[in-house]
T-cell receptor
């Protein structure tokens, strides 16, 4: 089991560029989430999904899109990168049906110049 | 609303005890605790549920006070490996509980020899 994988590990973008952060899990988890982590701010939820084809917004969804066409994959799209989106992005997954532990991926460190 | 953690930082000597508190302005259904070491992903410690049920994997204890809307994490006889930032996350009630967590800003714990 690879668990939760994220690519790339590091990325530098120019303002206005778009890109997709990839997230995949091999544990057949129903729930998947994207968080961003900024210094002193903890983890803030961007978007989440409770199953294939179902997504919803978290606390800070503006500027990001998601889709969930399969159970395994949950990509995060930055539509037009801004310096305010410089952050570390974590993807997480967990079993469905109740509160269970979330498994986090290793993170993507994104810098927007 | 984001739960409030206290203290923001604590420094211990090996073998000392620590308590980290997590308070919410809304009724709690589940409280999730994670530890994150520098440069790494958060790792699950424990879930506490309304009604007293606990789910955990490590020898760390916690309490959940529904009336006070707060949870406390107890770290006893601290070891060097306990160093890191501790986050509490609160989950919403309902069928999809655990899919959407709101995290506090974290408590930085340093254990010195």
């Amino acid at each position: 089991n690879a668990g939760v994988t994220q690519t790339p590990k590091f990325q530098v973008l120019k303002t206005g560029q778009s890109m997709t952060l990839q997230c995949a899990q091999d544990m057949n988890h129903e729930y998947m989430s994207w968080y961003r982590q900024d210094p002193g701010m903890g983890l803030r939820l961007i978007h989440y999904s409770v199953g294939a084809g179902i997504t919803d917004q978290g606390e800070v969804p503006n500027g990001y899109n998601v889709s969930r066409s399969t159970t395994e994959d949950f990509p995060l799209r930055l539509l037009s990168a801004a310096p305010s989106q410089t952050s570390v992005y974590f993807c997480a997954s967990s079993r469905g049906g109740g509160p269970y532990e979330q498994y986090f991926g290793p993170g993507t460190r994104l810098t927007v110049t | 609303q984001q739960p409030v953690q206290s203290p923001q930082a604590v420094i211990l000597r090996e073998g000392e005890d620590a308590v980290i508190n997590c308070s919410s302005s809304k009724a709690l259904y589940s409280v999730h605790w994670y530890r994150q070491k520098h440069g790494e992903a958060p790792v699950f410690l424990m879930i506490l549920l309304k009604g007293g049920e606990q789910k955990g994997h490590e020898k760390i204890s916690a309490s959940f006070n529904e009336k006070k809307q707060q949870s406390s994490l107890y770290l006893t006889a601290s070891q060097l490996s306990y160093s890191g930032t501790y986050f509490c996350g609160t989950g919403d009630p309902g069928r999809t509980s655990g899919s959407r967590l709101t995290f506090g800003e974290g408590t930085q714990l340093t254990v010195n020899p």
